[in-house]
């Protein structure tokens, strides 16, 4: 009797390792144990992901509240600024481009202009900042851009697929210059090199040493850490050349990022504060100061403020640092892909996070 017993009580166990293997198997044939499956081809599935990784898009664009619209519009729906998604939104950029340029564009030609030629159209209260997503650093391929229209046109819209797959007239023009660039190899980085090669280990201790001459953690954001004054440069590398780089550290103000524009408040007993604005309200102004501080102003004690055209951030960091320790800050800063999360810093070197920020297609 025992015996029995217990044969059958191995045939169930048996029976319930052969349930959970085949369990198992089908879970992770289907994607399951939360591992990104990689989507591959011309559909709006793959746009998604090249819109939120290799494209990088997110850095600067949101969907709804997925994303970063601060430099960019958010292409989902956001309030009174963005009441359509970027799908539906693009028939009404349509009909402003058939106007503005005395051509009939088609939703679908908007949405290839935007990628083939940022600066054509700049949606208002946005500047032309948007990088060529086809050139390096992001370097997408003809079939990657095809995807992320897709992925777009998805967004509420109505654009038939054909029209993304075989583009022709505006559209046409437009993905032919993408086309050109491939073949000419414009998808690899240019050969600009800085002087020396720098140490980047060296460079992240500079970064995120508040009290040393960078102390670039005060202001910049990289992952979850530093400050918020400044635009984050989780991904920098991995969207702007190092020309581009270089220029943005020894001439902040030759290019002011949008949502970061530096705001000067005068008070009405006399004292001038400068730093970036990170909210304003009927109430009061809330202002990111080139300190790293936060600071919050009431507007009934305030006599007037202006946006400036100089960049809040210093301006002569050729002077204070050596050629080396340029060159190490450059090292490390040319690591921020955004391909993977930087090695946190020190929790006393690292400035606290201020109050995150609210807001092109």
Known sequence: MAKAVLRVFMFLVALICLYVYVGYTITSMTGGFDKAVAVEGVNAEAGEQIFFGKGKCST??????????????????????????????????????????????????YLFECVGEPGAYVVQGFKNEMPIVYQAPIG????????????????????????????????KEYFSKIEAAAASGATEAAPFEPYLPGDPEKGKNLFWDISSKAGCAKCHTVGDKGG?????????????????IVESIVKPSAVIVSGYEPVLVMTKTGERIAGTKKEDTPEHFV?????????????SDV???????????????????????????????????????????????????????????
């Open 60 to 109: 600067c664009h949101s969907i709804g509240d997925k994303g970063s619209a601060i430099r960019c519009p958010n292409l989902g729906v956001q309030g009174e600024q963005f009441p359509l998604a970027i799908g539906e939104r693009a028939a009404e950029r349509a009909a402003e481009r058939s106007k503005q340029t005395g051509k009939q564009y088609r939703p679908v030609d």
């Open 228 to 244: 918020q004054v400044g635009p984050a440069l989780t991904s920098v590398a991995g969207t702007r050349v190092l020309k581009y």
């Open 303 to 361: 006599e007037k403020s202006k946006i400036m055209e100089t960049s809040i951030m210093p301006g002569n960091f050729a002077e204070i640092l050596s050629v080396e320790e340029f060159h190490d800050v450059l090292a490390y800063v040319r690591t921020l892909t955004g391909e993977s999360a930087p090695p946190p810093a020190p929790a006393a070197e690292a400035a606290p996070a201020a109050p995150a920020e609210a807001p092109k297609s």
């Open 140 to 171: 997408l391929t003809p079939d990657e851009v095809k995807a992320v229209i897709m992925f777009l046109a998805s967004q509420g819209g109505d654009i038939p697929a054909d029209q993304i797959l075989n583009p022709t007239g505006i559209a």
């Open 287 to 299: 202002l990111g100061l080139p300190s790293g501080e936060v600071k919050t102003i009431l507007k």
